[in-house]
């Protein structure tokens, strides 16, 4: 199992970013999917998920700023967010969950945004 995120960099309070994350050895549809963050100095948190159902559920703190969706045929998971704050930036890492234990055991390298006031 092998997860990839891309699309992190540098952006003003208010703009875009939409960071991708790549993977391989599982299918979405069987295993669901999340993306966290971690910001230096603080705890990682959950910022967005999907399940194996389609649903698709995000942090208190989001305030339907973000958007998940994913891609099974292309093994694409996606973080639209939009209205960035300077508190979003972090580290955003996607987690894959394992079929087995419940737990989400796979992880990417994470991908770093930093908004700017």
């Known amino acids: 199992v092998q997860l990839m995120e891309s699309g992190g960099g540098s952006v003003q309070a208010g703009g875009s970013v939409r960071l991708s994350c790549e993977f391989s050895?599982?299918?979405?549809?069987?295993?669901?999917m999340r993306w966290y963050r971690q910001a230096p100095g603080k705890k990682r948190e959950m910022v967005a998920a999907i399940t194996t159902g389609g649903t698709s559920d995000y942090a208190d703190f989001v305030e339907g700023r973000f958007t998940v969706s994913g891609d099974n045929a292309r093994n694409m998971v996606y973080l639209q967010m939009n209205d960035l704050r300077p508190e979003d930036t972090a580290t955003y890492y996607c987690?894959?969950?394992?079929?087995?234990?419940?737990?989400?055991?796979?992880w990417g390298q994470g991908t770093q945004v930093t908004v700017s006031a």
């Open positions: 987690a894959a969950q394992n079929q087995v234990t419940g737990s989400y055991d796979y």
């Open positions: 050895g599982i299918p979405l549809k069987l295993n669901g």
